[in-house]
């Protein structure tokens, strides 16, 4: 176990549907980053937060959404969704952005849009 | 924008053999970072080595070194006496050591690693 708590692990929905994705970082880690894995695009970075707020953005959608609550978990929200969204999504946790000693990343969620 | 590449789409070992997995990467910037990850079929992403790019020394982790060579943009990854367990996905990575917010990582494609017995 990582640490990093990643909610559901696995998500089957239907195209044009909304769903949310749950990541709690490891205890004291500050720093959430989001990345997309697809066979095609490889792992991706989507978007990272530092103590409730956006620190930069990547390839992300404007269908995606994210935001890092008070608690320090982070929620990422897919919208409108099409079949090319199926991928999975990691979560990684750092204390500070740019901790040198590397992230610690999730178990993933896996989405399928069907 | 700095990019990472691994030109060995798959590779195999028998266990207790070494093998050598391939990195390169371009970048313009002096201060970063480089990382391995693996990722066994249960998909978690677990940090194997690192690699500071201002020290000289390779890294080394147990079983698992770097050749680190900085001027070539080079970052191999070791694996001696290979184990069952080190079948995986292995995924070489960047991130910038500087100033500003920009800390995110950029994985190359990978590679997969397969251990015969």
């Known amino acids: 176990d990582s640490g990093v708590t990643q909610t559901p692990k696995h998500l089957i929905t239907a195209t044009g549907q909304r769903v949310t994705l749950r990541c709690s970082p490891r205890s004291g880690d500050l720093s959430v980053y989001w990345y997309q894995q697809s066979l095609d695009q490889g792992l991706q970075f989507l978007i990272q937060y530092y103590n409730g707020e956006e620190r930069a953005k990547g390839n992300i959608l404007e269908r995606f959404s994210a935001q890092q609550f008070p608690d320090l978990h982070s929620e990422l929200n897919l919208s409108s969704l099409e079949l090319g969204d199926s991928a999975l999504y990691f979560c990684?946790?750092?204390?500070?952005?740019?901790?040198?000693?590397?992230?610690?990343f999730g178990s993933g969620t896996r989405l399928t849009v069907v | 924008a700095q990019t990472v590449t691994q030109s060995q789409p798959e590779m195999s070992v028998q266990e207790a053999e070494t093998v050598t997995l391939s990195c390169t990467y371009d970048?313009?910037?002096?201060?970063?970072?480089l990382f391995w990850y693996k990722q066994p079929p249960s998909r978690q992403m677990i940090l194997v080595i690192r690699?500071?790019?201002?020290?000289?020394q390779n890294a080394t982790e147990n079983r698992f070194s770097v050749n680190f060579q900085k001027a070539a943009k080079s970052f191999s990854l070791k694996i001696s006496d290979s184990q069952l367990g080190d079948a995986a996905m292995y995924f070489c990575?960047?991130?910038?050591?500087?100033?500003?917010?920009?800390?995110?990582?950029?994985f190359g494609k990978g590679t997969l690693l397969t251990v015969n017995p």
């Open positions: 690699q500071e790019a201002y020290k000289q």
């Open positions: 990575a960047y991130r910038s050591g500087g100033g500003g917010s920009n800390y995110k990582l950029t």
């Open positions: 990684a946790s750092s204390l500070h952005p740019g901790q040198g000693s590397g992230y610690t």
């Open positions: 970048t313009s910037e002096s201060d970063y970072y």
